[in-house]
């Protein structure tokens, strides 16, 4: 794996450095550390078309008498692994999952890492605000500015 080091000026604010991650197609993720972050290549997660998501659905539906149910299958790098009746706890699932409900609207667990789960779910097809929002922990600090005490 390459390293690449960026040098951004002392005034970078969280959003300019958060723009130059998604130039790069970078997001941020948890070091082993368990302290710092570090810039990885976004999750591309196995994008299949939408027929064959459905029917691979609907045969693990029907594998797992779940045809009546509703809820949602969901699919880890492009294999049907599982189904829940709501979609929620994102962090239960790697980014790059993929939930599919019965009316073939899609889901992908989006932000997070590997290790601690997704962050959320987001709406395959819809435009990505303009705003990325960051984990709690590296929140922007704010510095106090001229004449604080």
Known sequence: MATLTIELPEQTTQ????????????????ARDGRNYMAVPRVRS??????????????????????HSGGYVIFFRGQAVAWKQQLDHPSG???GCIALDKYGKQWV???????????????????????????????????PGPGAA
Do not use: H
Not at 17 to 27: D, F, N, R, T
Not at 46 to 67: E, G, V, W
Not at 115 to 141: D, F, H, L
């Open 46 to 67: 196995a994008r299949l078309d939408s027929t064959t998501l459905q029917s691979q659905a609907a045969i693990f539906r029907k594998q797992y008498d779940k045809t």
């Open 15 to 30: 959003g300019q450095m958060m723009q130059a991650l998604e130039s790069l197609g970078c997001e941020l993720r948890l």
């Open 109 to 143: 667990a989006a932000g997070g890492n590997g290790y601690e789960g997704a962050m959320r779910w987001e709406v395959v097809g819809k435009q990505p605000s303009n705003v990325t929002r960051m984990p709690p922990r590296i929140r922007e600090v704010r510095q």
């Open 93 to 95: 699932w790697e980014p």
